[in-house]
């Protein structure tokens, strides 16, 4: 009995002793358990927004925001690098378990969300990452809440989508009618990617894509059109880093000039011979410069 309370006692006292730098782990699910890993939240706006929360819980808070027809689930090649921070990885709305409204699916709707989640999750101030369109996302959100974000990673970013009739996006997803097919050729060049991509990542990946809601698709579609952050990008005062693929095909070497220009401060990292989603073909470098920049 004796040497029981000791051992009881010496493991109380290590806890104590190591007071604040004691931390617990949200281990990062695996792609089989990773939808069902998901929590969800209710917000004041009417909106279940669901998220993966990993990592070490007494991190600095590290907001995700995946890109269109994605969910949390695109971050998950990445976040295993990631997990010294506490992470909290979103669907936005209309994606992956999130609630799905018939209205609306601008980069300000998406936004509004993001706040509702940090206010929701009691987070002062994160550190955020998006990309494509998440990365839009965020810069709506460091623009009009300033106060909330420390640092901001824009991934495969641009200020205007440059959306409409005649664009590739516009003339491939306009014709769009369900059931898609995940393995079809939209879908495929959908989710081209230069370099191999994890199979056991991707192939989930595309089906959940494809299970989107076509008004989902088709809202967000609507939403790029509109959205032109050229006129706010001076109201972020966070520290930026950009990191764009050399081959993507969608954010071109144009509009990453423009990128540079609305940011001339802003750390820019060109990862050679990759493309629009470079953080799965390269998630340890994509990390490695993540976590490099948020430290400093």
Known sequence: MTNTILKLALAIGLLVAAGPGFATEIPVPTQTEWAAAKKTVDLPNGIKLAYSEMGNVEGTPLLLIHGYTDNSRSWSLVAPYLKNHH??????????????????????DFANDAFLFLEAMKIEQADVVGHSLGSLTVQMLAAQHP???????????????????????????????????????????????????DERFIKPEREESAAVPIHVWKGVLWGTTTGDLRKISSLIKAPVMIFWGDQD????????????????????????????NMFWERPEKAAELINSFLSE
């Not at 974000?149 to 009739?165: A, Q």
């Open 249 to 276: 095909q969608l954010m071109d070497a144009p509009q990453q000039a423009k990128l540079k220009a609305a940011f001339p401060e802003a750390r820019f990292e060109t990862f050679p011979s990759a493309g629009h």
């Open 87 to 108: 992470i909290y990885a979103i669907d936005l709305r209309g994606h992956g378990k999130s609630s799905a409204p018939e209205c609306c699916y601008t980069y300000l």
């Open 147 to 197: 106060e909330k974000v420390r640092k901001v990673v824009l991934i495969s970013s641009t200020l205007n989508t440059g959306g409409g009739p005649g664009t590739w996006l516009w003339d491939n997803i306009k014709p769009l009618q369900p059931p898609i097919d995940p393995n079809g050729k939209f879908m495929t060049d959908w989710y081209w990617n230069p370099n191999p991509v």
